[in-house]
């Protein structure tokens, strides 16, 4: 089975990901990141390839960062260790010191006992799937081993937060003044940068979920429980609230009311200003294949065109580089502004958000009156064989039906999962009962002509 999965390696700490595989991986990543003319160049002026390990606050990150440092050292690298940092900062600060990769230990939106640890390349950038694969079949190779003078040396990063705060602040195109927004920092990586960032640009801020213990990380808080933060907001009589993840990367918002406002309700928002300030390359927006049809409704009336790829931030991050887009995101939070990051910034998100609500004097809920959100009803059909989802002609009979009865009032997506015997049922319509009524039907298509 492959080590890398879709966002990096994951899993249990100190059962699948112990201190032994990621000081392995380490030394892999400098093996193979440390080829190149770049590398080369440093060598010959006498100065060793570098890397940025960050991590986000759970308790296994501070043994598996250890392991990291130690690996990358061992392997000639010098590393600056950052500390408990967003992902997105991470990925900023290796472009920023000019660094040939970066680490960072974190398992994202997941519970305290699991970790991960994810690799970037030169510039931040993810890494594609071919290089992933070496560095893997590296960890079966040989490791380089320098000795005396040549071992890498580990230094506190002392000044990373500051220099991403300044980088977070430089991209605004309007102050946050006399804005109140609660943050929701998930008792994760944020928890101390973002709301020292929204003070800073000028917002009045009440903190939620910014006690981290190294155990309580995404527990009830976050962007994958966004009821403390509607709470919250209606509390305080703040304008809105935010919501990170563990790492970061993700930002979902709630309006003065505490209704929620989605990834895809964001990108309208942000697409509309961005056009309006000749910053959307293109007119494009770039969605995956789940981001609601008001999305897709409303860019059309805004003569913004939506790229769509496969589901997953990865897939959003390749179809911008290809085409020179400077924005797109998933329905899920993770909102890439190219201008400005790497990868999905939930900071970055967040900050130019609010910044739309004071460039604007609008509320949260009148900027995302700009989309009307259909009603999304998703089925996983479990014990069916998904590999026939696209060929089956009964399946494939029930779609077009569907899809013919809703017209451009709806839509229908058939999709199977890449890792478990099920297929997902995602069908959209004008309304929660119809919505309902047609994924239960294909859902019954799906069980009756797929069943293992």
């Given at each position: 089975m492959a080590l890398f999965g879709t966002d990096g390696v994951r899993g249990l700490a100190n059962g699948h990901l112990t201190a032994d595989l990621a000081l392995s991986l380490a030394q892999a990543a400098a093996v193979v990141l440390c080829e190149g003319r770049t590398a080369e160049a440093r060598r010959a002026a006498g100065r060793r390839p570098s890397a940025v390990v960050a991590r986000d606050p759970r308790v296994s990150g501070e043994f598996l960062s250890a392991a990291v440092c130690a690996g990358l050292a061992s392997s000639g690298v010098d590393?600056?260790?950052?500390?408990?940092?967003?992902?997105?900062?991470?990925?900023?600060?290796?472009?920023?010191?000019?660094?040939?990769?970066?680490?960072?230990?974190?398992?994202?939106?997941?519970?305290?006992?699991?970790?991960?640890?994810?690799?970037?390349?030169?510039?931040?950038?993810?890494l594609p799937d071919i290089v992933e694969e070496r560095i893997e079949a590296a960890m079966s190779g040989p490791k380089l081993q320098p000795t005396g003078a040549g071992v890498g040396r580990i230094r506190r990063f002392s000044d990373a937060e500051d220099r991403y705060v300044i980088h977070l602040l430089g991209s605004l195109p309007h102050r946050l003044d006399g804005i109140h927004v609660v943050l929701d920092c998930a008792h994760g990586a944020a928890a101390g940068v973002s709301p020292e960032t929204f003070r800073d640009a000028g917002a009045e801020v009440t903190v939620i979920g910014a006690d981290p213990d190294g155990l309580n990380i995404n527990d009830g808080v976050g962007s994958t429980h966004l009821d403390q933060l509607s709470a919250a907001v209606l509390a305080h009589g703040a304008d809105l609230g935010i919501a990170h993840d563990g790492d970061a990367d993700r930002c979902l918002a709630v309006d003065a009311r505490g209704h929620v406002v989605d990834g895809d309700q964001i990108m309208a928002i942000l697409a509309v200003a961005m056009k309006e300030r000749g910053r959307l390359e293109k007119n494009t927006l770039v969605t995956t294949v789940m981001s609601n049809l008001g999305l897709h409704i409303a860019m059309r009336a805004q003569g913004i065109d939506v790229l769509q790829t496969a589901v997953g931030d990865r897939y959003v991050l390749e179809a911008m580089n290809e085409g020179g887009y400077t924005?797109?995101?998933?329905?899920?939070?993770?909102?890439?502004?190219?201008?400005?990051?790497?990868?999905g910034d939930g900071l970055l998100t967040g900050l130019h958000l609010v910044a739309e609500m004071a460039r604007q004097q609008k509320s949260l809920a009148e900027l995302a009156s700009v989309m009307t959100v259909f009603p999304q009803v998703l089925l996983n059909v479990k014990g069916v064989d998904r590999s026939r989802v696209g060929t089956d002609a009964a399946v494939q009979a029930a779609v077009a039906s569907v899809a013919a009865e809703l017209g451009g009032s709806g839509r229908v997506l058939l999709r199977p999962s890449g890792t478990e015997p099920l297929v997902r049922v995602m069908v959209e319509a004008a309304d929660e009962a119809t919505a309902q009524r047609y994924a239960g039907h294909l859902a019954d298509a799906v069980r009756a002509n797929l069943a293992l």
């Open positions: 590393v600056f260790e950052a500390g408990v940092l967003p992902t997105p900062a991470a990925a900023f600060l290796i472009a920023d010191r000019d660094a040939d990769f970066g680490v960072m230990v974190s398992a994202s939106h997941n519970p305290a006992p699991d970790n991960g640890i994810k690799i970037f390349a030169r510039g931040g950038v993810k924005l797109g995101g998933e329905q899920s939070g993770h909102v890439i502004m190219s201008d400005y990051a790497t990868t």
